[in-house]
């Protein structure tokens, strides 16, 4: 076949290119010369590794790498052998790419090019991952026929929620039309050119690594996991070449279709693997029916795109229309269960001027008032769906919202009004979102956006009594005082053998999901990955390590059998499982006989000589690692943080950011426990070092409660 013949001719281009230049750089640097790239990555060279198995972190080491991938490249145009030419691709885009970077290519990367991408952004949208946000990933390498098909075609994969990966002349024809990458807020990655396009298969195969923990050289069981996990799909655009055939033998070896836009002969074309689609839409649509990717983007009637990818966007205040609250004018938000006969199924209010009567750069009073009736709903839900506001709101495009509570805000961009977006267009967005993802337990819902004064002033006076009751049932709402912990295992899918457990006083390593996050989960799907598990006093085998036979039982059951036993309250022994998704990760600190905590932002070094990404590359895959845990930042000032360690006493270090997040909370908890009114200023940070030789000495000190405890190992 004319295609195997051409993938076979590019597989031999590209390793030849691939000798070519690492020759050169052994050459000129050495063979001993460092590879890698640039403490981005605990993964070394990410796709050889993943692959191979190799921890390559020199020149030299390259070579008999190369060579074994030319020696397995054979002509035979058959299909063993065409993957095998795939795999040999892999490996020598990523070694011209490693070579690169090893002789200092890429500091000249021109922006917006993202070249590598570090394990920050793996880790990032991983969590969106877990529960299909992010329904799949779309490599896009070439050139659409014209600009504006570029920017019509990633606008809709990007409303449809897929993470993009670009490479070549498609990001200067996005740039042309005023794209802006903001990576931050959303993943379309403009990669670069050429074998950048390594660069999502590294980042591909690290999610492989990371989530399911997959060993380094599992060739069999990476394939298997992207092409049934990461489903991406391939648009290859624009002209052909045997190097661009040889690199959609590539993406085929991972399971990654190929659609090109060019005209194919009939032995050019590999039925669902290589094929051709003119059509750009018809494209997407034929890319995600061939890798059976589900969309579960709604449809509303609202002038602007909206969904999770318009979450993360920011609007600076010269980009803004008008805000409301903020601290610059009245604002609150109250989800309120309410009988049936009090709401009416679909009704959205305005009472008092609406965004149209508006003047630009103002801030507006704003009350939010979802009263909520359900056959299944209870009181308890309220809370876990007034969080939802900031998410469906920040939905809109943009529309942007912070906080919470009495303590919102929110902004609308002038490119959103010129759409002609209302409030009420706002309250459809908040609707449609409750009814889809809360239909279990919502029957009626109804949305008021009050903007009058008066009636906002009525509203946070009902909304701060209603928050004052709800935090004193938070008070009481203990571990000691329930019936019931619930799993979580939302996070199976990409880390098989990991569960959480989730108490009143500890969230899930997340974060993002309480007691009564996981109550409202069960009872919107009750065979779903939140259960309830009994922990009364038949089933408690140590009640200070906490341990309970019914979790036990649970894990084992949850983890076919990798997990059989799990102890709440401790990290020394038997802790809970870690996945990639944690917040933090702490881990004990010998030298100062105490705990130190490292979180997902802080990308500098810690007390342990490890890094947040290294840890998490260590832990993360859902296992239970003694002497290591992950956990949700709010769990470090949890009465019931690891009793049976020493509990909060143990914490001697923390990124500053962390420190002053919680400070207030470590200062009341600290008292609770006897260290006087200043804990927070107890625990050291990376201001005042990042070794244990360095903290110790501040430690002793500031009289550090962890010097006096007994010895944790
Ligand atoms: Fe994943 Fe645990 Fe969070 Fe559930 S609670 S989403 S399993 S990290
Ligand atoms: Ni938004
Ligand atoms: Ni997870």
Known sequence: KKLFRQAYEGTIVALSYAEILLNKAIKDYGEDHPVGYGGETAYFIPAIRALSGLEIRTLGEFVPILNKMRDQVRLELTLENALLWGEAVIHAAEIIEAVRYATGAHE????????????????????????????????????????????????????????????????????????????????????????????AVNYALRASSIFPGIPAGDKFMHRNYQRDRILVFVMALGERDIVKVAACFAAIYLGFPCLVDQPLDEDEIWPDWYFSVPDYDEM????????????????????????????????????????????????????????????????????????????????????IL?????????????????????????????????????????????????????????????????????????????VQFMTDASEVEKLLKEAREKYQKRDDRLKNLRDDAVDVFY?????????????????????????????LDAKATYEIDPTGVCQPVPITSEYVIDPVKGEWSSLNEEAAARTQGKTTSVCMYTMMDRPMTTCGCCECILAVVPECNGIMVTTREHKGDTPVGMTFSTLAGMVGGGNQTPGFIGVGRLYLVSRKFLPADGGIGRLVWMPKELKEQLRDQLNERGKEEGFGDNFADMIADETIGVTADEILPYLEEKGHPALKMDPLM
């Open 108 to 199: 000249f990367l021109p922006r917006p090019w993202t070249g590598f991408l570090s394990d920050t952004y793996v880790r990032k949208w991983g969590i969106k991952h877990v529960d299909w946000t992010i329904p799949g990933e779309v490599v896009i390498v070439g050139r659409f026929r014209t600009s504006d098909d570029a920017l019509r075609i990633v606008n809709k994969l990007v409303q449809k929620g897929f993470m993009i990966f670009l490479v070549d002349e498609v990001i200067e024809q996005l740039l042309e039309k005023g794209y802006k990458f903001d990576i931050d807020a959303w993943p379309v990655y403009p990669l670069g050119n050429f074998t950048q396009v390594i660069h």
């Open 284 to 367: 997407v649509q034929e890319g995600i029916e061939v890798r059976g990717i589900k969309i579960t983007a709604i449809d509303i009637d609202v002038p602007i795109a909206h969904g999770p990818a318009f979450e993360g966007e920011a609007i600076r205040k010269a980009d803004m229309f008008v805000e409301f609250g903020g601290g610059r004018s009245p604002a609150c938000e109250l989800v309120k269960m309410v009988p049936a006969e009090e709401v009416t199924d679909g009704k959205i209010e305005v009472i008092g001027p609406d965004v149209d009567q508006m003047e630009e750069g103002k801030a507006y009073p704003l009350g």
């Open 370 to 446: 979802i009263k909520v009736y359900g056959r299944k709903f209870q009181e308890d839900f309220e809370p876990v769906l007034e969080r939802r506001v900031h998410y469906y709101f920040n939905y809109g495009e943009g529309v942007w919202h912070m906080g919470q509570r009495d303590q919102n805000w929110a902004r609308i961009s002038k490119a959103a009004r010129e759409k002609g977006v209302t409030l009420k267009d706002i309250g459809k967005i908040l609707y449609a979102y409750y009814k889809k993802e809360y239909a279990a337990i919502v029957d009626r819902l109804e």
């Open 487 to 515: 799993t979580c295992t939302l996070c199976q899918s990409f880390a098989p053998t990991h569960i959480c457990f989730v108490s009143p006083e500890r969230t899930g390593l997340c974060g993002a999901v309480s007691w």
